[in-house]
C-alpha cells in the first residue's frame, strides 16, 4: 500500500510493527512445538521412559502450538500463549525436560511480551507510525 504526496509522487506506506510481532510470535510457536515433538525421544531415555501420559501431553501441547500460530492476530493471542507456557511449566509433574523446555520458553514469551510493551508504548508517544 502507498500513498500519494502532494508533488503527486507515490511513497511506499510506513511499515506496520504489528504485522511483524504477528509473524515473530507465530515463528515462535512453530519453533516451540518443535522443540516439544523433539522432547518426546529424550523423555523415551531418560528418567521413567515414556508413557501414555506423557506421549499424549507432548503431542496434545506441540498441537495446540501448532494451531495457536495462525491465530496470532486475534486480540487475545499473547495472553495464549502465555497460558500454554505456564501449561508447559506444569509439564514438570509429566517429565522434568518438559517442564524445563517450558521455563526456558517461558523466558522467551514473557521478553515478547516485554517488547510488544515497548512498540505499544512507544507507538502510542508518537515515535512510531
Do not use: C
Amino acid at each position: 500500500m502507498s500513498t500519494e504526496s502532494e508533488e503527486g509522487e507515490t511513497q511506499p506506506a510506513p511499515p506496520d510493527p504489528w504485522r511483524g510481532f504477528r509473524g515473530v510470535m507465530a515463528g515462535t510457536l512453530i519453533l516451540e512445538s518443535i522443540v516439544v515433538l523433539l522432547a518426546i525421544p529424550v523423555v523415551k531415555m531418560v528418567g521413567g521412559g515414556l508413557t501414555t501420559l506423557s506421549l499424549t501431553y507432548l503431542i496434545a501441547v506441540a498441537a495446540v502450538m501448532i494451531l495457536l500460530s495462525g491465530r496470532q492476530g486475534r486480540s487475545w493471542a499473547l495472553q495464549a500463549n502465555l497460558t500454554l507456557q505456564v501449561v508447559l511449566v506444569a509439564g514438570f509433574f509429566v517429565h522434568a525436560a518438559i517442564g524445563f523446555v517450558g521455563l526456558l520458553f517461558l523466558g522467551v514469551w514473557l521478553l515478547i511480551w516485554y517488547m510488544r510493551n515497548q512498540v505499544r508504548d512507544r507507538q502510542s508517544r508518537g515515535e512510531l507510525p
